[in-house]
Each structure stands twice: as C-alpha cells, then as structure tokens.
C-alpha cells in the first residue's frame, strides 16, 4: 500500500484547506483511514478517522472544524480543515490500517499564518 498526501499549502487565519491522500496498491475491504498531524517540536497527534463503511471519528479537540471523508471510488481520503488558527500549523500525514499493519504516507506542510 502507498500513501500519498497532498493539498497542503499556506492559509491565513480563519481560513479553509482540503488536503487529499491517495491509496494505492493492494488494499483491503475492511481497513482505517486516519489522518494525523506533527507540529515541529511536538509530538504526532491524531486528526480524524474513517472506517470502510463510511463511519467517521474525531478527537474532541478537533470536532466542528476538521471533516474527514472518503472520495467516490473510495482510494481517496479527505480532510477538510476550517477557520485554520495558526496552532493548526503542522505537517499533515494520512494512514492506512488493515490487518494490523500501518502505512503512511510521506506528509504535507499546512501553515496557518498572515
């Protein structure tokens, strides 16, 4: 499985991004998509989760302004970001889970600032 993100970019303050991973490669009817996200200096910190059947999770710091979602054919994840604050600077990686593996994809740089 590969994993390729992108969509970040620089976004002023109270502003929206959409960042994209793309799945491809041997993939699996039952898995989990997340999205997280490095901040420098800190550590990985989980964004979003969808499963295969479309049910989304999010951690509490991050509902109302991050949605995850699937594209139609289903090898491409979502994250829609809004009203950015400049703490939501971060690379932003997307990960794929299915019979107790990890992949991740290589990241995109989200900066938040005017």
């Known amino acids: 499985v590969q994993l390729q993100a992108s969509g970040g970019g620089l976004v002023q303050p109270g502003g929206s991004l959409r960042v994209s991973c793309v799945i491809s490669g041997r993939t699996f009817g039952a898995h989990v998509m997340s999205w997280y996200r490095q901040a420098p200096g800190k550590q990985r910190e989980w964004v979003a989760t969808i499963i295969s059947n479309g049910a989304a999770n999010y951690p509490e710091s991050m509902k109302g302004r991050f949605t995850i979602s699937r594209g139609s054919g289903k090898n491409i994840v979502y994250l829609q970001m809004n009203n950015l604050k400049p703490e939501d600077t971060a690379t932003y990686y997307c990960?794929?889970?299915?019979?107790?593996?990890?992949?991740w994809g290589q990241g995109t740089l989200v900066t938040v600032s005017s």
């Open positions: 990960k794929y889970s299915a019979r107790g593996t990890d992949h």
